[in-house]
Nanobody, 116 residues
Framework: QVQLVESGGGEVQPGDSLRLSCVASGHTFYTYDMGWFRQAPGKERELVAAIIWSGGTTYYVDSVKGRFTISRDNAKNTVYLQMNSLKPEDTADYYC?????????WGQGTQVTVSS
């Protein structure tokens, strides 16, 4: 059973930083690409950042380039999302995702609120 557990969300002010973590279990973590998605109220879920299995290649949506950094520690089965210079428009529920041969899996999400 694949499980993804996110943590690290919270309420911060514009310009602050947060680091989200996603701990994976139940699959060979190091063989799969991982992604962070977010969903703001009334909006569709969007891919924010992704990282290939080795960590050598990453993707970012334009709105977070230069502010967010995705990384992974395969020894800890964990993927991170470092979020700097947060803006109110980053407010959303953030989800970890993995697409495996057995299926596509999501974590329960962690809420990020950026407000002054």
């Amino acid at each position: 059973q694949v499980q993804l557990v996110e943590s690290g969300g919270g309420e911060v002010q514009p310009g602050d930083s947060l680091r989200l973590s996603c701990v994976a279990s139940g699959h060979t973590f190091y063989t799969y690409d991982m992604g962070w998605f977010r969903q703001a109220p009334g909006k569709e879920r969007e891919l924010v950042a992704a990282i290939i299995w080795s960590g050598g290649t990453t993707y970012y949506v334009d709105s977070v380039k230069g502010r967010f950094t995705i990384s992974r520690d395969n020894a800890k089965n964990t993927v991170y999302l470092q979020m700097n210079s947060l803006k109110p428009e980053d407010t959303a529920d953030y989800y970890c995702n993995v697409d495996t041969f057995a299926g596509n899996y999501w974590g329960q999400g962690t809420q990020v609120t950026v407000s002054s």
